[in-house]
């Protein structure tokens, strides 16, 4: 069974730097047919993808164009675990954060991702 | 970035009932489109994914359908667990949801 355990400060301060981290347990961090997720959901923005990380011969990532300049989704090989940075946050990076994995899946004639296994989810507030 | 809509963005409903919630993209997403409820305190659970396969453990009461930029949940047979607010999501660029729609008795 595959287990997604979030940990990370639930208070950060304003223009200071989020972080957490998202351990993986049976599964692989280096795996070829899965991605590995950040989201954040509050009140006022919903569910919100923010990026993921993945390794097809070589790691790759993605962000959401809003945050493309703040944000860093890392993998670690060692630990078996991704990482979320969030640099310069401000009251509205108020959410609970949630780490997932994506199956990748060939069905037909493409590749389909869908979300099957998420962490329990983080507060975090941003506040002086 | 693919914009998703849902309708209605909130619905009452009773035991037994059958429902429907539409959900439209901006753009075609052929068939990468999943479907997520969630209960409040908890994360999202897959539902359905590429549009009408249901997820592993999931009842057969939950169907999906659609292609392109239109697509349908449909819940028959109401149950009470399945009071909940359900999400869709693109997976076609790479990652939206939908707004969400609250089901509630």
């Known amino acids: 069974q595959i287990r997604l355990q979030q940990s990370g400060p639930r208070l950060v301060k304003p223009s200071q730097t989020l972080s957490l981290t998202c351990a993986i347990s049976g599964d692989n961090v280096s795996s070829n047919n899965a991605a590995w997720n950040w989201i954040r959901q509050s009140p006022s923005r919903g569910l919100e993808w923010l990026g993921r990380t993945y390794y097809r011969s070589k790691w790759y990532d993605d962000y959401a164009v809003s945050l493309q300049s703040r944000i860093t989704v890392n993998p670690d090989m060692s630990r078996n675990q991704i990482s979320l940075q969030l640099t310069s946050v401000t009251p509205d990076d108020t959410a609970v954060y949630y780490c997932?994995?994506?199956?990748?899946?060939?069905?037909?004639?493409?590749?389909?991702?869908?979300?099957?296994?998420w962490g329990t989810g983080t507060t975090v507030t941003v506040s002086p | 970035d693919i914009q998703m809509t849902q309708s209605p963005s909130s619905l009452s409903a009773s035991i037994g009932d059958r429902v429907t919630i539409t959900c439209r993209a901006s753009?075609?997403?052929?068939?990468?489109l999943n479907w997520y409820q969630q209960k409040p305190g908890k994360a999202p659970e897959l539902l359905i994914y590429a549009a009408s396969t249901l997820q592993s453990g999931v009842p057969s009461r939950f169907t999906g359908s659609g292609s392109g930029t239109d697509f349908t949940l449909t819940i028959s047979g109401l149950q009470p667990e399945d009071f909940a607010t359900y999400y869709c999501q693109q997976s076609y660029s790479p990652f939206t949801f939908g707004p969400g729609t609250k089901l509630d008795i």
């Open positions: 997932a994995r994506a199956e990748m899946l060939w069905l037909g004639d493409t590749y389909y991702y869908y979300m099957d296994v």
């Open positions: 753009q075609s997403l052929r068939m990468h």
